[in-house]
């Protein structure tokens, strides 16, 4: 497997969306009430004519099945797709179907989330929020004027209008984070209080249950924003070896590890001028489909959490115990099981609830202040600031849950934590795509 696979640039292979066209899967149509902001009419009509409709959910299988030219029947019904056309007029069409379905979909996941934003208590007055409103409002204005693709010349000049939207909300995750930080400082300063979730008056924000809905309900929309608009893009490039755009259909858990344990290494180094031992044991030989950046970003999260425990619970000069990695899978099993274990001394069970908020981190605010003002276009690597935001853990849970998968903590205080990641094997589990 390439080591390309595993990095985080422009050249990475982004997920990109080959789907099943029917509304069978569709997400339960709601009646959305009319936005209430400051948009203009047109742009708010525009806004509510696409968040009244339902959006269509997508497994790994479909995404694999489309891009494979599978599901083509489905568009070009009138004739048979089956060997008789030539490889590029086969993979013409794939990419027409593809872009269509996007060309449909892209506007309808944009306006739901711009509806949430206007409505998110709080949140929504923070100018880093108003700032990626902005930024969802453009792009459902810029696609909702695309012509039908019907031609290879339009598939392509919607491509690279796609390209440009992809680039453009690379670093929203920074700029949420962004938001995120000016709500904490907002209440410590006083500005905001007598809301949900509070104490004595005062608001903790770690425990605002409906700015957390709302926040995870927008990761797992952006992912699949990113995972639509990144295969399709994949797909129109020269195809890799066992890879269906951004899908490798060998994904190796071990390989993958191996890169997450460099990477967290690199990042213990740099902080403690040493690492622990990492290591790796059970099914070695595992692969199965999957997306190598979603897994590598998780394991990545787990892996230098435990390092830094290990580091912090016995001391820089200390002989350090090793962190634990155990790969299980059976041929029976439904889910490809990774475990992280650490002897870092574990988490407080009153902590339990807050590792997975977006509002809590134990970051100094002059330290997050700093984070917040990093600049990159990368979400995840290993110079990305969100390690001292508090979003690793929520968001490493969203990418597992986007195909089916989970991540759950278990943690023994004073003594380590172990972190389980499940992955489904199968990949038919649609996306939980929120509301």
């Known amino acids: 497997m390439r080591a390309m696979a595993y990095t985080y640039n422009k050249a990475?292979?982004?997920?990109?969306?080959?789907?099943?066209?029917?509304?069978?899967?569709?997400?339960?149509?709601?009646?959305?009430?009319?936005?209430?902001?400051?948009?203009?009419?047109?742009?708010?009509?525009?806004?509510?004519?696409?968040?009244?409709?339902?959006?269509?959910?997508?497994?790994?299988?479909?995404?694999m099945r489309t891009g494979r030219g599978e599901m083509l029947s489905k568009t070009y019904k009138d004739e048979v797709i089956n060997g008789g056309l030539e490889n590029k007029a086969a993979?013409?069409?794939?990419?027409?179907?593809?872009?269509?379905?996007?060309?449909?979909?892209?506007?309808?996941?944009?306006?739901h989330r711009i509806h949430d934003l206007d409505n998110v208590p709080m949140m929504r007055e923070m100018p880093s929020v108003k700032a990626a409103k902005e930024i969802y409002v453009n792009s459902l204005m810029e696609?909702?004027?695309?012509?039908?693709?019907?031609?290879?010349?339009?598939?392509?000049d919607f491509a690279a209008k796609l390209s440009g939207l992809y680039e453009n909300h690379s670093n929203i995750l920074i700029q949420m984070a962004r938001g995120a930080f000016e709500l904490r400082k907002a209440?410590?300063?006083?500005?905001?209080?007598?809301?949900?979730?509070?104490r004595n008056g005062v608001v903790e924000f770690e425990q605002m249950d409906e700015c957390h809905s709302f926040l995870d309900r927008f990761y797992m929309s952006r992912i699949g924003i990113r995972v639509l608009a990144g295969q399709?893009?994949?797909l129109r490039q020269p195809p890799l070896n066992d890879y269906i755009g951004m899908i490798c259909q060998k994904t190796s858990p071990h390989e993958i590890v191996c890169h997450a344990v460099e990477d967290a290494k690199l990042m213990c180094n740099r902080k403690f001028g040493d690492s622990p031992e990492v290591v790796i044991c059970g099914r070695l030989d595992l692969c199965f489909p999957y997306i190598p950046t979603h897994l590598h970003y998780i394991l990545l999260e787990l892996l230098k959490n435990a390092?830094?425990?290990?580091?912090?619970?016995?001391?820089?000069?200390?002989?350090?115990?090793?962190?634990?990695?155990?790969?299980?899978?059976?041929?029976?099993?439904?889910?490809?099981?990774?475990?992280?274990?650490?002897?870092?001394?574990?988490?407080?069970?009153?902590?339990?609830?807050?590792?997975?908020?977006y509002l809590?981190?134990?970051?100094?605010?002059?330290?997050?202040?700093?984070?917040?003002?990093?600049?990159?276009?990368?979400?995840?690597?290993?110079?990305?600031?969100?390690?001292?935001?508090?979003?690793?853990l929520p968001i490493s849970r969203s990418y597992a849950r986007y195909f089916g998968g989970e991540v759950s903590i278990m943690s023994m205080e004073g003594y380590g934590t172990d972190a389980f990641v499940y992955l489904t094997r199968l990949g038919n589990s649609r996306e939980p795509l929120p509301l």
């Open 307 to 357: 390092m830094r425990a290990t580091v912090e619970k016995h001391g820089v000069d200390s002989d350090w115990p090793p962190v634990l990695v155990i790969i299980a899978d059976g041929n029976e099993n439904e889910d490809v099981v990774i475990k992280v274990s650490d002897e870092g001394g574990g988490i407080p069970r009153s902590y339990m609830r807050k590792i997975w908020s």
């Open 360 to 392: 809590f981190t134990t970051a100094d605010p002059s330290i997050q202040e700093g984070l917040v003002a990093f600049s990159g276009e990368v979400d995840h690597s290993v110079d990305s600031p969100l390690a001292g935001l508090g979003y690793g």
């Open 232 to 234: 399709y893009l994949a």
């Open 187 to 198: 209440v410590r300063n006083g500005n905001i209080k007598g809301r949900a979730g509070q």
């Open 12 to 63: 990475n292979r982004f997920v990109t969306a080959t789907f099943r066209f029917t509304r069978r899967n569709a997400s339960s149509l709601r009646v959305v009430p009319p936005v209430a902001s400051s948009l203009p009419d047109d742009v708010a009509k525009l806004v509510n004519k696409f968040a009244q409709k339902s959006q269509t959910s997508v497994s790994l299988q479909t995404l």
């Open 91 to 111: 993979t013409e069409r794939i990419l027409m179907q593809v872009a269509g379905f996007i060309r449909h979909e892209l506007p309808i996941r944009l306006a």
């Open 143 to 156: 696609l909702a004027e695309e012509p039908k693709i019907d031609t290879p010349e339009r598939e392509s």
